[in-house]
Each structure stands twice: as structure tokens, then as C-alpha cells.
């Protein structure tokens, strides 16, 4: 695993906070189907230490997002327990944002007053209004403040989902395929920002994505899922430092060993 | 090659803009119409006497002086003047209907009098009867403002209610199954001896319409909110009180604004029978004030009048959810 201090910071941390630590223990859950129970999630377990970024891999409909909402406090395991900082999670707070599949941006609100959601949520408005454009500036949205959902590209908006949250200074920040959107020349850029914004402010990070190469270059543990209900198959970690490169030859390596994991090796 | 494109796009151009303006045909219709009301004598049959002819005469020929002059000048009044001229075959096809209302009612009497007014009996109201149909007017637009603000104010309040809370859903929502369909008309009756006054017993009814439809397509929108905003909203740490108001409402409005329109329908249908019934002002009362005195011309000047009235209603209520719902994309113009 690699350490904090390995990390190269470009510029000296804005305002570091202390990443929650997160334990996820013998979590499984299930949703009522038609009457029948539908088992998503089968004895997973895992921990998170604070400022740790971990990927979540796995089939379509294994189970991840809902993983995600446990942890988000937005529903209930069935069984287990999911702790933040030592304390059982039984209700959203923001200090965990998640960040959803779909960005759901406020259709009636401004990108200025969807990104202000939160701080607005809590009564802080009035004095870190500042907040608001520092954040639309870090996802590259500066200019746009006053636009409406319906005027943004898909991946314009998903940005703008990303500053909602940044913008609420997350101890831990959850990731649903936040960049799955984005058209891939964006997406490497907004993954190098991520990484940035991440050794920046030492949140935990939660990212779930569809992508090895992504899971690879971003995090520093992968774990990937069954299919469903979704189990841990492996937990594998990115024994590479920071700044990574897309294409060093360990990461191939890993990639490889996550393909066969999820029996999708044969093309290698 | 080139002239050939040229002629190609300058043709629905010059079939765009004919030699003459539309503006100065309509302001000629009007002088005939005038010519026709002043030159051809009115012939006297029934029971009223056809007056005002002169002013009405005036009236016309004033106007399509004005219009004469407005499509002469052309392009030079500006933004008014392109809104004038837009309205140019409206304006011509009103002198010929005036014309033939004239022709058929004062100069020949195929429509007999006095059931069907000439042009110049309307005119006569107007300039005679102002005081009595504007505090009529005032009258009807007060008891309307009343019970309509209050039904929509309290529609607006019970379908957030019943949208949200479990509680308020299995009380309300029977009572509103059982006398919501229910005409606010049918109450009619036992309104006017229940309430101390005819007038409140008006604003109770109008608020009963209004109410309605604002409480169900309130609750409609309100249980229509995507549940994921309200997911976004509570990891940021909002309250229920900023779910309600500041996530629930918003994304409710587009259905409450139906809910207002359709309520406004309903209030005027009720405000005209209340009036007619109970109350003894207003637009509704004139008018069956008019039919008792078989006063038809003064029946058609309300009639006109109240048109007006709800039609700048409707279109105040338009201008209000433009503003309030500028951000959906595609908008019903009135
Ligand atoms: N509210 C719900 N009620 C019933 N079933 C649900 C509900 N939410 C999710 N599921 C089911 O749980 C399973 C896992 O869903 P989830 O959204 O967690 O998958 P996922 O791993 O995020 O998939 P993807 O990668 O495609 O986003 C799916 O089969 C889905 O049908
Ligand atoms: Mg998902």
C-alpha cells in the first residue's frame, strides 16, 4: 500500500481534512423483489483507513450502488454493520457526499445554485458563498454559473454533481461512476483533477467504476465484486506511487490479474 | 447561375411584403365602415330606439384614420408599430364583422331588436352606464380575488400535505375522493344560509372550486418528485423543512401552475352563478340585472366586459409561471 507521504503534491493542501475511516462488516442485504427477496449484497466486508482511496469493481447490477447507499447512510443494511469513524452509520450526514450514477442536477436551479445545494442545506450560505465558484472553478465550469441543467452536456453536468459535493468539503466522498459520461479524452483529464483534488484535501474516496484501467491509475486498493448477490472476490492493491503512468507495465500486470478475476481474460 | 439563386431566395420575400400594408387596407375598411354607419339611415323598428349613431360613426372613422396613418408611416414607429401591423388583418376583419353587425342589426333589422343590439347600443352602455358597470367590474373582481387566493392558497398548503405526510393522506385524501368531484355550484344552497353574508358565502364557494383542483395537482406533483432528488438533498445535510420547501415545491411547481389554471377556470364559472344567484354586484349580477329589464345591450356590454376580465386574468396567471418556471424549456404561449 502506499503511504500518504509518497504522494506528489503539486500545491500545498488547500484545506486538508481528516479522512473518515470506514469499516464495512459482514454487511448483506437484500431488496423486496415482487414479494421475493432479492439478495444483492452477501457478506461483504472490507475497511477503508482514513485518506485511503479504494476502488469498487464489479458486474453491472452486482450491487455496488447499493453498497454505496449503505454508506451513504440512505438505507439500511439488512445485516452488519457499516461504521464510520468507529460509529454505526444510521442516517446521511455531510460529511459522507455521494456522488450518484445519474447526476440529478435541480432542473429549476442555476449550475451556480445546484453547486450551493448543500451549503445552503445547512445555513452556511451566507458566509462561504466564496466556496461556490472555487468549486465550479476546480471542474472547469467557470462562466457557466448562471446556466440551467437542460444547457449542459452530459458530462458538463456530471462536473457540476462533482463541485455539489466538493463544495460540502467531504470527510469521505463516494464515487458512482462519476466520469462513466464523460467522453474519454475528458475523462483522463478529470481523472488526473480527481486525483488531484484528493491528495489536496485527504478524504477517503470510495469510487466505484466500470473501468480497470481507471480503477488501476486512481486508487490505491481495487476490490472487486461477484456477480450478484455481490461477494469479494479480491482485494487487490496498487502497488504503484503516485503520479502514476498509464502505461506502466505493474499496472498492465494487475489489470491482467483483475481481468481473470472477472473471467474476462480470454481476449488478453 | 448566381442570379438564378438570387431570384430563387428573393421571391418569398417580395411575396412576404405586399405593396400595400395590411395596416392601411384596415384603416380604409374602417372609414367604409364609418361611411356605412353615418351614411345609411338607421331604420327605427322595435321598441328601443337606435341612438349614439353619430359617435359611433366618429369612433370608427377615428380609428381607421389612425390605422391609415399607422400603415402609411410604415417602419417608422418602431417596435409598437411591428406589433400594430402583426395585428393588421385582425383589425380589418373586425371593420367588416362591425360592418355586418351594423348592416344586419341599425341599417336593415334582419336581426330584430331588441335582442340583437346594434353596434351603437354596446357603444351607448359604455358611454352611459360606465359608473354602474365598472363598480360592477370592481365588485366581481374583488369577490373573485378573495376566494380565488384563498382556494389556492389552501389547495396549494393541502396537497403539500397530503403529498407528504402519511398522516394528513389517510385523513384528507377521503374526504377529498368524496366532495372534491362535487360542483362548488351544488353548495349553492345551503352557502347561502350557512355563512352570515351572501358575499362570503360567495368567497367560500369560489375557494371550493378554485381549491380542488390546486390541492389534486398539487399532490400529483408533489408525489411525482424524483426520489432521488430528495436522496441528493439529504446527503447534503437538508432538513425536512428544506426538503419540503426547497425541493418537494420546486420540482411540484410545474403541476401547481396547471392546478391554478384549471382552478382559475372553475372560479369564474362559480363567481358568475354566485353573482347571478346571491350576490347583488357585480359582472353576474348586471348581467341578470340586464335580462330582467330586457335591456339586451347592456346583457352584451357585460358579456364583453367580463370576457375581457377573465381573458387579462388568464393571460396575468401565463405571465406569472413564465417568470416563476423560466427554466422548464418548452412553454405553452397564450
Ligand atoms: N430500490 C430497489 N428495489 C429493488 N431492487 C433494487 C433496488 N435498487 C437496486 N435493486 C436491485 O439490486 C441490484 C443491484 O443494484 P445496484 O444498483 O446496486 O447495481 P450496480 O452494481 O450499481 O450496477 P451498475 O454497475 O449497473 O450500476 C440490481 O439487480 C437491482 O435490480
Ligand atoms: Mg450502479
Known amino acids: 500500500m502506499v503511504t500518504s507521504a509518497s504522494r506528489i503534491l503539486a500545491t500545498p493542501p488547500a484545506a486538508p481534512v481528516e479522512g473518515i475511516r470506514l469499516d464495512v462488516e459482514d454487511v448483506s442485504h437484500a431488496f ?124 458538463m453536468a456530471q462536473r457540476v454533481a462533482l463541485a455539489r459535493a466538493l463544495v460540502n468539503e467531504p470527510r469521505l466522498l463516494l464515487l458512482d461512476e462519476p466520469l462513466g459520461k464523460l467522453d474519454s479524452l475528458t475523462r483522463i483529464t478529470m481523472q488526473g483533477e480527481l486525483l488531484k483534488l484528493w491528495q489536496q484535501a485527504r478524504f477517503t474516496a470510495l469510487l466505484v467504476t466500470h473501468d480497470v484501467e481507471e480503477a488501476l491509475f486512481l486508487a490505491e486498493r481495487v476490490i472487486v465484486f461477484s456477480d450478484r448477490p455481490a461477494r469479494i472476490v479480491a482485494d487487490v492493491a496498487v502497488d504503484v506511487a503516485y503520479p502514476r503512468h498509464r502505461g506502466d507495465p505493474r499496472l498492465a500486470e494487475l489489470r491482467h490479474r483483475i481481468l481473470h478475476l472477472l473471467g474476462l481474460d480470454e481476449t488478453w | 447561375m448566381s442570379a438564378t439563386a438570387e431570384t430563387l431566395y428573393a421571391r418569398p420575400r417580395a411575396a412576404g411584403r405586399p405593396a400595400v400594408s395590411p395596416l392601411a387596407v384596415s384603416g380604409l375598411l374602417w372609414l367604409g365602415a364609418a361611411a356605412l354607419t353615418h351614411g345609411v339611415p338607421d331604420r327605427n323598428t322595435g321598441i328601443t330606439d337606435i341612438a349614439y349613431t353619430p359617435q359611433l360613426a366618429a369612433l370608427q372613422a377615428g380609428l381607421g384614420g389612425a390605422l391609415l396613418a399607422a400603415g402609411l408611416l410604415g417602419g417608422r414607429l418602431g417596435r409598437p408599430g411591428a406589433a400594430l401591423r402583426r395585428a393588421g388583418p385582425w383589425f380589418a376583419l373586425i371593420a367588416v364583422l362591425l360592418a355586418a353587425w351594423e348592416l344586419l342589426t341599425a341599417k336593415l333589422a334582419v336581426l330584430p331588436l331588441p335582442f340583437f343590439a346594434p353596434p351603437q347600443g354596446l357603444l351607448e352602455v359604455y358611454l352611459d352606464d360606465w359608473a354602474r358597470l365598472g363598480l360592477s367590474l370592481w365588485h366581481s373582481v374583488k369577490l373573485l380575488a378573495w376566494g380565488y387566493l384563498i382556494g389556492a392558497a389552501l389547495g396549494v398548503l393541502t396537497g403539500i400535505s397530503i403529498g407528504w405526510w402519511q398522516q394528513a393522506s389517510y385523513w384528507i385524501h377521503p374526504v377529498l375522493r368524496f366532495i372534491g368531484p362535487l360542483p362548488a355550484t351544488a353548495w349553492l344552497p345551503v352557502a347561502f344560509f350557512a355563512f352570515p353574508s351572501s358575499w362570503s358565502a360567495s368567497v367560500f364557494l369560489i375557494a371550493l372550486a378554485t381549491g380542488f383542483p390546486v390541492t389534486i395537482l398539487t399532490w400529483s406533483g408533489i408525489a411525482g418528485v424524483n426520489k432521488d432528488y430528495y436522496d441528493i438533498a439529504r446527503t447534503l445535510g437538508a432538513s425536512e423543512r428544506f426538503l419540503v420547501l426547497k425541493v418537494a415545491v420546486p420540482a411540484a411547481l410545474p403541476h401547481i401552475f396547471v392546478g391554478l389554471f384549471m382552478g382559475l377556470g372553475a372560479s369564474f364559472a362559480v363567481l358568475v352563478v354566485a353573482e347571478m344567484l346571491g350576490v347583488k354586484a357585480g359582472l353576474g349580477w348586471y348581467l341578470s340585472w340586464a335580462q330582467g329589464w330586457a335591456a339586451y345591450a347592456n346583457m352584451y356590454a357585460a358579456l364583453l366586459v367580463m370576457a375581457v376580465m377573465c381573458s387579462s386574468l388568464i393571460t396575468l396567471l401565463f405571465r406569472l409561471r413564465d417568470r416563476v418556471l423560466s427554466w422548464q424549456k418548452e412553454l405553452v404561449r397564450w
Not at chain 1, 49 to 74: D, H, I, M, N
Not at chain 1, 141 to 152: D, I, K, M, N, V
Open chain 1, 32 to 155: 423486496q423483489l415482487e414479494g421475493q427477496p432479492l439478495p444483492v449484497l452477501n457478506q461483504v466486508s472490507f475497511s477503508a483507513a482514513p485518506g485511503e482511496f479504494v476502488a469498487l469493481l464489479g458486474p453491472s447490477g452486482c450491487g455496488k450502488s447499493t453498497l454505496l447507499r449503505l454508506v451513504a447512510g440512505l438505507e439500511h443494511a439488512t445485516a452488519g454493520a457499516v461504521r464510520a469513524d468507529d460509529a454505526p452509520i444510521r442516517a446521511p450526514d455531510p460529511s459522507r457526499i455521494l456522488v450518484f450514477q445519474d447526476p440529478t442536477l435541480y432542473p429549476w436551479r442555476t449550475v451556480e445554485a445546484n453547486v450551493a445545494l448543500g451549503l445552503e442545506a445547512r445555513g452556511l450560505i451566507k458566509n462561504q458563498r466564496h466556496r461556490v465558484a472555487e468549486a465550479l472553478d476546480l471542474v472547469g465550469l467557470t462562466g457557466f454559473e448562471s446556466a440551467y441543467p437542460r444547457q449542459l452536456s452530459g458530462g
